[in-house]
């Protein structure tokens, strides 16, 4: 008997793992392009940094609710260090990049750790946070600068300190200081402020808004707005316009005069005045240029300066954990299989409908009614088509959302091997079911971690073969008709078919006899036998066998398939081909013998009147020429073994089914209709049967199997394919390469 | 050791016939008992297993018991019912050729297998005895391909068979 559980905790955790699981991808998808923008030169963004602290931050607040001890340690340390990174109080070396990669794995970990699947990495944890106070202890405080203009203490007091630090940037890369002063009538703060912004941003940054207290009317407010600008004080007046706002210089201070101390550095602003920005955006400003950097200025001639609104980074951090920020409701993928049920129960009832309506319509005496009932079936066969594709969207969603992590990976692993590996990612908008997304993440994993381990050779090599010290890796999906199509390219020594084959005998896995009949291509297929290449991975040899016959498996699970296509030298690359959608299929209908049957579309070419005086029998199989090109034929009533119908049918069709470049004919009795159908999967029970991805109900009642194409083509091409002698030259190569 | 046998508590048992011979199931286990519909035949599937049915939107995978457990064949007729089991999320339904009744027995009614002599049979629970009637108690689990082999091997943790138990 299942334990009996409380159901709201449970729910709590699941939206907590979910929840926290998209800060941590979030954070490293965010690093990644922190990385970017600091190998291109330009400095980290402040923006990406803010994004980045604000997850953290987050994190922290969600792992204190649930007693995640080392997720809130970390995430509370990490955000110290991002807090610095942010104010500029540190520089982003590559070392402290590093340290944020090793957090986002970490993490990672973490997260599973909390789910027991696996152990929690303390000694790791302990390793990076005392690296990480090893780098906040460099941090370099430095104040002196601001102090040497004529700001008063009291302005330089309430300043949060990413203003300040935005004000230490901005002084630091040469601009000039202005300060503002204006009255606002307080009926009209709001739209005044906000032109006034608009008037400042082509021509300057502003840091900071804040009241004078001078004045004394009650009816309006005294502001004093510090703007920083490369501009002079004139063409800052012409950009205002207005005689109402007084703009004059900061200037540096009198060095003969006394030194005014430091400034205290306030975390939170003291003062909760009338000033509420309508404008409550953060400020992306131009990148800061640290101290102990080279002055970045010259990159950027124009002073980048689009938003002027301050938020003060202290309240940022106090409003995250409160407010939920996006439109999106996360749904448990079952939920949306239990209404894709539900909507293939009412297609049962449209079919019922249809079949009443017409019944009435045959009658004359019910023969209006019947109409009317007719017309009723339409608009709601039309409404539950909506439903279907509005469901099926709702599953869908980006391959990018694997593709980012796959982007830590091949850091990791080039790291690791001390390799250099530029990833190049094209087509990560492609939309693809959610569930194959949750399926496709390890095979592609083992793909990649493959192209880095043994296709892409170690700098020395690569010189010596003339090729660039920076290997390729290149992932690129697109949508192709029904299909997703990926591809993992590298640009790598390739596989050396001889030294392939030369392996697959040594270790049984092929005969000598067969290994004579294989052609150049075959060969490198058999890195997808199973067994292959299991073990002595680090050889010289270029075979890549970690797991690829679980790739491929995986992938035909998915009703996919995958194509290996390496040339020595030049790289490789492999294919993976995958439905868009396992929830709803197109298919044709048809029966062999008395059964029906369903081929989806997504794996058909076509079907035509199949003519049995074509078939020729080459090898002890059926082949024809289709169309000018030879294809393999099966007999669907003999591979099914199916109980003649009682009338034999006259003519038979022949239903051309394809799934990548392999294409094979199958012969069948009737072909009945197209139609879209709700799959179901076939239980474990029938988990020993290969052929069928799965099985519909068809509205009569009756049940009908829909066949898994990639599958039946594997199952009747691959044996023959390992028998056509193609290169015979190969068998006399063994044991080169290796 | 079976809960069944050892806490002393009676339990309902599903009573139905094969080859005119008497069988019961733990009721618990049956989640419906529902008319045989139109079953499609699965190709290249396990000899006992008929095909798959559809019962209300969901994919019955039917076996036919007789088959499963070697007893003589019969032709599907009106008394003929499909019983439903849930098993990790798949539904999984064994033919039958009438169900009976549902029967209360106490431990002391219900012998080990082993009193059946021949070949252990992993589905094997026990025998119960009805005054002069015999029923044959099983466990319709390790009938189920795929699930065999788990049920065998970890023999005592899972089902534990009386008279059988783990080699």
């Given amino acids: 008997m299942a334990e009996r559980r409380d159901d709201a905790p449970d729910k709590a955790r699941e939206e907590f793992f979910s929840e926290a699981s998209e800060l941590v991808d979030g954070f490293g998808r965010h690093l990644l392009a922190l990385e970017e923008s600091v190998e291109s030169g330009h400095g980290p963004d402040p923006e990406t940094l803010n994004d980045i602290f604000r997850g953290v931050h987050t994190l922290k607040g969600l792992s204190g609710l649930f007693g995640a001890a080392t997720l809130s340690g970390l995430s509370h340390e990490l955000e110290n260090l991002l807090d610095d990174l942010r104010l500029g109080r540190i520089p982003l070396s590559t070392a402290v990049l590093d340290l944020l990669f090793d957090a986002v794995e970490l993490y990672g970990r973490i997260l599973s750790a909390l789910k027991g699947e696996q152990a929690e990495p303390r000694e790791e944890v302990l390793t990076l946070l005392a690296s990480l106070a090893a780098v906040s202890n460099e941090r370099s405080g430095n104040v002196a600068f601001i102090a040497e203009y004529e700001l008063a203490p009291e302005t330089l007091g309430v300043l949060t300190e990413y203003e300040e630090h935005r004000l230490r940037s901005n002084l630091q890369a040469g601009l000039a200081l202005y300060r503002l002063k204006a009255k606002f009538p307080l009926a009209t703060i709001d739209s005044a402020l906000e032109e006034l912004k608009l008037r400042v941003r082509p021509v300057g940054e502003i840091i900071t808004y804040l009241p004078t207290g001078d004045g004394g009317d009650l009816d309006a407010i005294d502001l004093e707005i510090l703007v920083a600008s490369r501009s002079a004080a004139a063409e800052l007046r012409q950009a205002v316009d207005s005689d109402a706002v007084l703009v004059e210089e900061v200037k540096k201070r009198d060095l003969s005069q006394a030194r005014t101390p430091p400034a205290p550095r306030v975390s939170e602003r003291t003062d909760d005045s009338a000033i509420d920005l309508p404008d409550g955006r953060e400020t992306p400003s131009p990148p800061a240029a640290d101290e102990d950097e080279p002055p970045h200025v010259s990159m950027h001639p124009a002073p980048q300066v689009h938003e002027a609104a301050v938020m003060p980074a202290a309240a940022a951090g106090r409003d995250i954990s409160l407010r939920s920020v996006t439109q999106t409701v996360r749904v448990d993928i079952r939920k949306l299989d239990r209404l894709m049920n539900a909507l293939g129960e009412l297609s049962l009832v449209r079919g019922a409908l249809l079949r009443y309506a017409e019944k009435l319509r045959s009658e004359p005496a019910t023969r209006r009614l019947g109409m009317d009932l007719l017309g009723v079936h339409r608009a709601f066969e039309r409404q539950l088509a909506q439903m279907q594709s509005g469901i099926l969207e709702v599953r869908m969603v980006p391959l990018g959302q694997v593709f980012d992590k796959l982007a830590r990976i091949v850091r990791q692993v080039s790291r690791e091997q001390n390799k250099s590996v530029h990833f190049v990612v094209t087509g990560g908008e492609t939309e693809i079911d959610k569930l194959i997304v949750e399926e496709l993440s390890d095979p592609l994993l083992h793909m990649i971690r493959n192209a880095i381990d043994h296709g892409i050779e170690p700098i020395p090599e690569r010189a010596a073969a003339g090729k660039p010290d920076t290997g390729t890796v290149a992932l690129n999906a697109y949508q192709q008709g029904n299909h997703v199509v990926i591809e993992v390219e590298d640009d790598g020594r390739g596989i050396d078919p001889h030294a392939v084959l030369h392996k697959a005998v040594t270790m049984g896995l092929v005969s000598m006899e067969d290994a004579k009949s294989f052609s150049l291509e075959e060969a490198v297929s058999l890195v997808f036998m199973q067994g292959f290449s299991t073990r002595d991975t680090a050889t010289a040899m270029s075979g890549r066998g970690i797991g690829m016959d679980i790739v491929k498996t995986r992938i035909a699970k998915l009703g996919g398939l995958v194509d290996i296509v390496s040339e020595v030298q030049i790289g490789t690359k492999i294919t993976l081909t995958l439905p868009v959608t396992l929830a709803i299929v197109g298919v044709l209908t048809f029966v062999v013998e008395a059964t029906v049957y369903c081929m989806p579309l997504s794996s058909m070419e076509e079907a035509v009147v199949f003519d049995a005086a074509l078939v020729r029998e080459v090898d002890g199989r059926e082949v024809m020429t289709h169309r000018g090109v030879t294809l393999p034929v099966v007999r669907l009533a003999r591979l099914f073994s199916e109980p003649p119908a009682p009338q034999r049918a006259t003519k038979q069709f022949l239903i051309v089914a394809r799934v990548g470049t392999r294409r094979l004919g199958m012969v069948v009795d009737r072909l009945i209709e197209q139609q879209d159908v709700v799959i179901k999967a076939l239980g474990r029970t029938l988990g020993h049967v290969r052929g069928f991805a799965g099985a519909t109900d068809l509205g009569d009642q009756r049940v009908a199997l829909i066949l898994d194409v990639p599958s039946l083509i594997e199952e009747c091409l691959t044996a023959a394919e390992g028998r056509r002698a193609n290169d015979a030259s190969l068998a006399f190569r063994f044991g080169e390469g290796s | ?167």
């Fill in chain 2, 1 to 167: 050791m079976s809960a069944l046998i050892h806490d002393g508590e009676r339990s309902d048992h599903l009573v139905f016939a094969l080859a005119g011979e008497l069988y019961a199931v733990a009721l618990e286990s049956i989640h419906e008992i529902v008319k045989v519909g139109p079953i499609t035949r699965v190709p290249r599937a396990r000899a006992d297993i008929l095909g798959v049915m559809g019962v209300r939107g969901r994919l019955v995978t039917v076996l036919d018991l007789r088959r499963s457990i070697q007893v003589q064949d019969a032709p599907i007729d009106a008394r003929s019912r499909v019983l439903l089991l849930q098993v990790d999320e798949e539904d999984v339904g064994f033919l039958v050729e009438e169900v009976r009744e549902v029967e209360r027995f106490t431990p002391s009614q219900i012998e080990p297998a082993s009193v059946l002599g021949g070949i252990e049979r992993p589905y094997l629970r026990g025998v119960a005895r009805r005054g002069p009637e015999m029923l044959v108690l099983i466990d319709l689990l390790p009938i189920l391909p795929g699930r065999e082999g788990s049920a065998l091997n970890v023999g005592g943790q899972g089902h534990s068979y009386p008279g059988g138990g783990a080699p």
